[in-house]
């Protein structure tokens, strides 16, 4: 895998949680990850969970970033998935762009592969290893599975944290119609060659049935049991959205609701607080600014996993945002399952038909609304202020145990028992 500790950011979660709790279930994982990353976001408080005795497998990898770091500032926050808005993008970003989408596929790891293979086939072959797990994005890990497979007489399961041709920020690559294809083809590839394919939303197994017929398991992304103490309750009436706020992201009604709800209701606007915890797209904050929320905003930035806990647990409200697009719809991000043990209600914004939607309806841990909702969502922010007032804002989780990793990592060991 790519991202581990240190790395921060979501996409090193996952498989933390699994090769943690793995060993309860009688399997003992072993970790192939690069030993020099270029990793967008760092949070050394991981390093803490990484359980003892674990075998770590570290080899180099040569990644263009290092490079392109020299001449722009925008590869870091292209890196961490912000990319810049198609108006206002410069000569260079345009050209970054450019050459990211159609120079390095299916993505900028594209050349740890070849020395990656070579290592782990004789890593596999001196140890008895019979089952190899890659997990992308970024997607060139997948590629080290097929190779592998190719190689040797090995089981390959390819667990796809996000889409791979269907993402969102495809279409910001400015991809040609050969380099389309291209993605279309290795896709094709990995699909139809693992053993196993493990997807995080049915949304995402409902796509891929339609392009192989290799088994496809779902196993989401969940909560552990943090050992961060809860602090008390904001006296605030805090909304609090955690984890990266891209621009594409940027929810009108909700400011729209949140600028009449201020003008019409003094006391919302006496204790009317909005708590932004992770990177933070201008735009977002040029929109905050529009509609006069500037004043009760705390942009806090990028905080360790953590004390992002600590925010997650003492806001009244959490706010999930997504795109309102199609593409979006297989997107549950690693948060919602946090939100959901915080004991915190949660308001979501995003498409019509998400797997989100599913998941908060069925464990009653918040509201879902579309684009098109700022009636009822404005209504729905008013009524859990007056909850707050009278001190008995709270949620009341149904069935969310499901989603906790030692579920989860239950149901990952009986597919790897299978064989």
Known sequence: MYYWPPAGGPGVQRWLKFVKYLPQFNIEPIVYCPSNPVYPQIDNSLLDEIPKGITILKQPISEPYKIANVFSKSTKTISKGIFPDKNKQSIIQKAMLFVRGNFFIPDARKNWVKPSVRYLSTYIS?????????????????????????????????????????????????????????????????????????????????????????????????????QVKAKTLDSKFTLAHIGSFLSKRNPLILWQSLQELIN???????????????????????????????????????????????????????????????????IIPGKLFEYMVSNRPIIAIGPSGSDVETIIKQTNTGDYFYYNAKTALKAKILSHFQAFKFGNLEAKPIGVSQYSRVHLTQKLSKILLEF
């Open 264 to 330: 019409e209701n003094d006391e919302f606007a006496q204790y009317f607080k909005l708590n932004l915890v992770g990177l933070v797209g201008e735009e977002i904050l040029s929109t905050i600014e529009k509609y006069n929320l500037t004043k009760y905003l705390n942009n806090v930035g990028y905080v360790s996993h953590n004390e992002s806990v600590k925010y997650q647990k003492k806001a009244q409200v959490l706010l999930l945002i997504e795109i309102d697009s199609q593409d979006t719809k297989a």
């Open 126 to 226: 001196d140890y008895n290893i019979d089952t190899v797990i890659t997990s992308g994005p970024p997607h060139s890990l997948h590629l080290i599975g097929f190779k592998l497979k190719k190689n040797i007489d090995i089981r390959w399961i390819a667990d796809f944290r996000d889409p791979w041709t269907t993402i969102g920020y495809h279409k910001q690559l400015k991809l040609t119609k050969i380099a389309k294809k291209r993605h279309k083809r290795l896709e094709s590839e990995v699909l139809n060659n693992a053993d196993t394919i493990i997807v995080t939303s049915n949304v995402t197994k409902t796509e891929f049935k339609q392009l192989t017929t290799k088994p496809i398991e779902v196993i989401t992304n969940g909560y552990d049991i943090e």
